[in-house]
């Protein structure tokens, strides 16, 4: 099954927040992370938070974990049409490889 | 910072040829290198890892006759698809890290084989 799971898809009126969640499975996971995909283009790292934090707050987003469940959210205050994207979680553990979610297509509608 | 830049973007050639993609960390020196591929609507499977100066490591099912991997430097990985053939179609991306910064992507390269 898969590692790092999430929601497909997400739709957003312009100026709400967006939360985007994801689980995963790996306990020893050292830190997770937060992509942003646009169409024919590579990930942009939005943001990151090692496993023994809570949270993190970087502008308009905010990172939550859930340790104990196996629990990442992003919140995207504020969201405009540039933010609609495909964002991956991901988890890395000592090794460094990444293993990734399936994405969500966020699409902000006026 | 941890800019990383890839080439080409986009290929079309005719199957049979062989194709290279660079990978380059423009700001910082990459100890690790990934490369990734992506289909349509999916997410990135990791192919292979490469360490400058040493022998990548693929994944299990990534054939490694068909997908070299040359890390010369710690600024440049190159993923060479050998005789391309359509199934080999697909969207390569490469990331780059060193031991201070997570993983950072380039833009990707679209491969289209005829």
């Known amino acids: 099954g898969e590692d790092v799971e999430q929601s497909l898809f997400l739709s957003v009126r312009e100026g709400d927040s967006s939360v985007i969640n994801c689980t995963y499975t790996?306990?020893?996971?050292?830190?997770l992370y937060w992509y942003k995909q646009e169409p024919g283009a590579g990930l942009q790292l939005l943001t990151y938070?090692?496993?023994?934090?809570d949270m993190k707050q970087d502008q308009r987003l905010t990172v939550l974990l859930n340790k104990k469940d196996k629990h990442l959210s992003l919140r995207i205050a504020d969201t405009q049409t540039g933010d609609s994207a495909i964002y991956f979680c991901?988890?890395?553990?000592?090794?460094?490889?990444?293993?990734f979610g399936a994405g969500t297509t966020v699409t902000v509608r006026a | 910072g941890a800019v990383v830049s890839q080439h080409p973007s986009w290929v079309i050639c005719k199957s049979g040829t062989s194709v290279k993609i660079e990978c380059r960390s423009l700001?910082?020196?990459?100890?690790?290198m990934f490369w990734y591929r992506q289909f349509p609507k999916q997410s990135l499977m990791l192919m292979a890892t490469?360490?400058?100066?040493?022998?990548?490591?693929?994944e299990q099912g990534v054939e490694k006759d068909k997908f070299l991997i040359n890390h010369a430097s710690l600024t440049l990985s190159t993923l060479t698809v050998t005789s391309a053939h359509p199934e080999d179609s697909s969207f390569y991306i490469c990331?780059?890290?060193?031991?201070?910064?997570?993983?950072?992507f380039g833009d990707g390269t679209r491969l289209s084989i005829l």
């Open positions: 490469s360490n400058e100066g040493s022998k990548a490591t693929y």
């Open positions: 990331s780059a890290r060193d031991n201070n910064q997570p993983q950072h």
């Open positions: 991901a988890e890395s553990r000592g090794d460094y490889k990444l293993s």
């Open positions: 790996d306990s020893s996971s050292t830190y």
């Open positions: 700001d910082f020196q990459a100890t690790t």
């Open positions: 938070i090692f496993s023994n934090m």
